[in-house]
């Protein structure tokens, strides 16, 4: 089916009669322009007259020619996006309508093809249409609109390849309120880009003025002028807040004098001043629907009991007399007021007796139209607690599913205990989502609350559901624990009551029993477990599971030294998530990072950069508890192959401080990984410390748990010189690894051997063991293992090289490429992923980004941050971006790092 197209949407917004013309900034558009950059990016928090800068110097442009290619002058094509432009087909319609304004016939072919029922992939259909374009004779410039709408990868990807691909007569412009997933940093390096952001945009004191007392009509002195500029920051939709309040008034100097003072002050004054001039109808209209975080005509008729079509008609009512009223889409469908109005607005508006009504109205409109996040916050907010948890009960299993149960027990913890305890599904569901969070106490308390509650419960099926959960949950507590005796006892249990035909949770049941293998070392039967498992899942149809699971697989398939196995696996994953979408994409921080990884074991420094990068980009926004923990990790792995040792030390206790008991069994602990680091630097002491602090002996039994410690102990008597039954406690760890197959640990442990029999003047076993070592290693391209283990290795494989130069070893070629692996500097990766330390900022921070990036010094949140200095939290979190590209860098702790390097801090 054809799309209509809104003819509206392809208008260019005529300049405003009365504005403050902002030649500083139209100057800096045409150098872009002129310079033959790509893309002028203009990106600003709402208030900050983006489209009217646009509009004003398109205007002042489109008569008179620039040094844009050839031709008499620039022709220009606008798209305001909205939502429904998330639609991939729907997005290239506009795009080609926009187009066709320019050149009436271009893309025709591609709408039809775009209407087939399987169309060609978007690059080949961009492809056509760039073709096209090039055939436009004039220059033109194309704005996109409202940008920040827009929440769609491949509407993304599109604009990305346009820009790669952008024919020379074209030029891209984006007015956004936050900063688009493009590859702008790329664009920044190569000087493609021209930028206009919040502290471009703020009104200069002498643009100030021309606006209070030119446009809005006052008359000011510069000292006033200059107080009012300096609190609202130069935020024009502030300063018109200011001038609607001042208007008539007999005094502005004083009133100007009273802007001084506090924050609270100033705005109950405009709360006034704005809503007094207001017919009472309005009043009560602004202040009752205040309650929302966003507006839609339906929704305020719910809640103020109105008729159907009276709701829309207010908002455009309260639009066209510009107060304060943000549209979200160009449909006119949903608004929000502006943040600082709404909150003035809710301060005003108090706790009259009927406001629970109103949020429970709103509550039973977002419930029936399936936003139950809303919903119980409007039932909570209306102290109807019972609703709430009800609310919260039907939510679960949708949350629970895609990985959201931190945010759903954000939700819960805000009830009251009385209302939680009496309602045992709601204390199974928090039992499970603070097991998932690692809280093991917590999660026992909620499961015993359960079981006081089903105790006169007559036998049925719901009960005996219940009570195969509360099995279930404890096994998985006593799974996180590292208790395998208590897992099998409770997992069993919950299989025996769990009814047949609840095949979800007997599938977890089976599962959590299965992992047990896991933590002894029996990795195939794990592996066996897992795939059970997926296939299960795949089944029922929770497919976000099953591509979640396999990073686990890969932990394991790595484990057993079948690197390519484990690559093969994530790329699987990461296929099928990209068919799925956005939600399901953001669950592979883990696989990318795990590609990134097995790429720097093999050597390959550029795909470990290009999945580097996106598994940060992913991390940002992914609910896996243990995502920190894991990324810090990798950072360790990272800075330990370039020789970063206090860097290293520090990432571990970062990992140390986000570590979540899960599933997946701990086979590294963190306090040995430091003691192997210790070594390194040749501080042997921390290292002793840290055995005789674990007790640790080369006689203890060994087990796969234990196997890293014992490992690490056999290299803290490596470094004393003691090697009394080291060598006997390394046989039993290699008889252990190959009895299970574990070939990745089989290799470790040669190494280890070759390195011991090395230290003892044992060459022919040192060589012998290295020889299994490589032979092992050689088929999955293991690389960093050997060169990590510094000087001694490199003196080992070049003693081994000399045995078998003359021999025609079939090893000769892979100790050659590890040997050539110890000469390459170890930080190229670095330079490439996480920061250039070399190189001074390739942007400097504005004043108020260097403010937001102390508060992150002081280890504020960005929800906290948001309301210390009065910024949405999607502002605060653009900021950060920006904070992060200007310093190259890919996290809080590396960015504070790196600005108390360039004294920033």
């Given at each position: 089916m054809s799309t209509t197209i809104l003819a509206t949407k392809l208008y260019i917004p005529p300049p405003r009669a009365k504005i403050v013309l902002r030649?500083?900034?139209?100057?800096?558009?045409?150098?872009?322009?002129?310079?033959?950059?790509?893309?002028?990016?203009?990106?600003?928090?709402?208030?900050?007259?983006?489209?009217?800068?646009v509009s004003e110097w398109i205007a002042a442009l489109t008569p008179s020619p620039l040094p844009l290619g050839e031709g008499p002058g620039v022709r220009v094509a606008w798209l305001s996006l909205d939502e429904g432009d998330n639609d991939p087909t729907r997005f290239l319609t506009y795009l080609v309508a926009a187009l066709q304004t320019l050149k009436a016939n271009i893309g025709v072919g591609m709408l039809g093809v775009l209407q087939s029922p399987q169309p060609p992939p978007t690059e080949s259909i961009l492809t056509t249409l760039i073709n096209e374009i090039t055939t436009i004779p004039d220059n033109f410039i194309f704005v996109l609109d409202d940008y920040h709408i827009i929440d769609s990868k491949p509407v993304d990807n599109a604009i990305a390849f346009l820009l790669e691909h952008l024919p020379a007569q074209m030029y891209l412009v984006i007015a956004t309120r936050e900063d688009p997933p493009l590859p702008l940093s790329r664009l920044r390096a190569r000087g493609q880009l021209t930028?206009?952001?919040?502290?471009?945009?703020?009104?200069?004191?002498?643009?100030?003025?021309?606006?209070?007392?030119?446009?809005?009509?006052?008359?000011?002195?510069t000292e006033d002028i200059t107080a009012l500029e300096a609190r609202t920051e130069g935020w024009i939709a502030g300063l018109q807040l200011a001038a609607l309040s001042m208007q008539g008034q007999s005094d502005p100097t004083s009133f100007i004098k009273s802007f001084t003072g506090s924050h609270r002050f100033i705005l109950d004054y405009l709360v006034e001043e704005v809503l007094g001039g207001q017919p009472a109808e309005t009043q009560n209209f602004l202040l009752y629907t205040s309650i929302l975080e966003r507006l839609c005509g339906p929704l305020c008729e719910a809640v103020l009991e109105t008729s159907p079509g009276s709701g829309q008609l207010t908002l455009e009512e309260l639009e066209r007399a510009n107060l304060f009223l943000v549209p979200l889409d160009n449909e006119r469908r949903w608004y929000r007021y502006h943040h600082l109005f709404g909150e003035l607005l809710l301060q005003r508006l108090g706790q009259p007796k009927e406001f629970s009504n109103y949020h429970l109205r709103a509550s039973a409109w977002y419930e029936a139209n399936d936003d139950l996040a809303k919903a119980f916050h409007h039932a909570f907010e209306a102290s109807d607690f019972e609703r709430a948890a009800r609310l919260a009960e039907v939510a679960w299993q949708g949350m629970e599913r895609n990985f959201q149960t931190a945010a759903w027990l954000g939700w819960v913890k805000k009830l009251p205990d009385a209302v939680v305890c009496s309602r045992p599904r709601l204390c199974l569901q928090l039992s499970s989502a603070f097991s998932d969070a690692g809280e093991l106490e917590t999660s026992e308390t909620h499961l015993q609350n359960a079981e006081r509650v089903l105790a006169g419960v007559t036998d049925s099926y719901e009960s005996k559901s219940m009570a195969g959960n509360i099995a279930l949950i404890r096994a998985s507590n006593?799974?996180?624990?590292?208790?395998?005796?208590?897992?099998?006892?409770?997992?069993?249990?919950?299989?025996?009551i769990i009814p047949e035909d609840n095949l979800y949770l007997r599938a977890q049941a089976a599962i959590t029993l299965e992992l047990t293998h896991w933590a002894t070392g029996d990795l195939e039967a794990s592996l066996r477990a897992m795939h059970a498992w997926t296939d299960d899942m795949q089944r029922m149809g929770n497919?976000?599971?099953?591509?979640?699971?396999?990073?686990?697989?890969?932990?394991?398939?790595?484990?057993?030294?079948?690197?390519?196995?484990?690559?093969?696996?994530?790329?699987?994953?990461?296929?099928?998530?990209?068919?799925?979408?956005?939600?399901?994409?953001?669950?592979?921080?883990?696989?990318?990072?795990?590609?990134?990884?097995?790429?720097?074991?093999?050597?390959?420094?550029?795909?470990?950069?290009?999945h580097w990068q996106t598994?940060?980009?992913?991390?940002?926004?992914?609910?896996?508890?243990?995502?920190?923990?894991?990324?810090?990790?990798?950072?360790?792995?990272?800075?330990?192959?370039?020789?970063?040792?206090?860097?290293?030390?520090?990432?571990l206790d970062e990992a140390r401080r986000g570590y979540v008991k899960t599933a997946i069994p701990n086979l590294q602990p963190i306090e040995a990984h430091k003691a192997r680091i210790h070594l390194k630097q040749g501080r042997?002491?921390?290292?002793?410390?840290?055995?005789?602090?674990?007790?640790?002996?080369?006689?203890?039994?060994?087990?796969?748990?234990?196997?890293?410690?014992?490992?690490?102990?056999?290299?803290?008597?490596?470094?004393?010189?003691?090697?009394?039954?080291?060598?006997?406690?390394?046989?039993?760890?290699?008889?252990?690894?190959?009895?299970?197959?574990?070939?990745?640990?089989?290799?470790?442990?040669?190494?280890?051997?070759?390195?011991?029999?090395?230290?003892?003047?044992?060459?022919?076993?040192?060589?012998a063991a290295l020889e299994r070592a490589l032979m092992l290693a050689e088929p999955e391209g293991y690389l960093r293992t050997f060169v990590d283990e510094g000087e001694a290795m490199q003196s080992l494989l070049s003693d081994f090289r000399m045995t078998i130069a003359n021999h025609n070893h079939p090893l000769l070629n892979y100790v050659n490429k590890i040997l050539a692996a110890f000469s390459r500097p170890a930080d190229i990766i670095l330079q490439s992923t996480i920061t250039n330390r070399d190189s001074e900022l390739i942007e400097p921070l504005t004043d108020r980004e260097l403010e937001i990036l102390r508060l992150i010094a002081e280890g504020h949140s960005n929800a906290v941050i948001s309301q210390r200095l009065y910024l949405a939290l999607s502002t605060v979190k653009g900021h950060n971006l920006r904070i992060f590209n200007k310093l190259q860098v890919q996290n809080r702790t590396e960015a504070i790092v790196r600005a108390r390097e360039l004294g920033l801090l």
């Open positions: 030649p500083r900034l139209i100057e800096q558009l045409n150098e872009g322009l002129s310079s033959g950059r790509k893309l002028s990016l203009i990106s600003a928090s709402a208030g900050f007259g983006k489209t009217t800068l930028e206009l952001r919040a502290a471009d945009l703020r009104f200069t004191p002498a643009e100030a003025a021309e606006f209070l007392n030119q446009m809005m009509g006052l008359n000011l002195s006593a799974q996180n624990r590292g208790d395998l005796v208590e897992t099998v006892k409770y997992a069993e249990l919950s299989i025996q497919q976000v599971f099953v591509i979640a699971s396999a990073f686990a697989v890969a932990d394991m398939q790595v484990a057993m030294g079948r690197l390519g196995d484990a690559e093969k696996t994530l790329r699987q994953a990461i296929q099928q998530a990209a068919e799925l979408g956005q939600e399901a994409e953001l669950v592979t921080a883990h696989h990318h990072l795990g590609l990134a990884l097995l790429a720097h074991e093999q050597g390959d420094d550029k795909a470990v950069a290009g598994a940060a980009d992913l991390g940002q926004h992914t609910t896996l508890v243990d995502w920190q923990y894991r990324w810090n990790l990798a950072q360790v792995r990272l800075k330990e192959s370039a020789g970063e040792w206090d860097a290293s030390l520090n990432l042997l002491d921390k290292a002793q410390a840290w055995v005789r602090e674990r007790g640790l002996s080369v006689t203890d039994e060994v087990n796969y748990l234990g196997e890293y410690e014992h490992l690490t102990l056999a290299r803290v008597r490596l470094g004393e010189g003691v090697f009394t039954g080291v060598d006997d406690l390394l046989e039993c760890l290699l008889a252990l690894a190959e009895t299970q197959k574990r070939i990745g640990s089989v290799i470790e442990i040669l190494l280890t051997q070759a390195l011991v029999h090395q230290a003892q003047s044992n060459r022919p076993q040192a060589l």
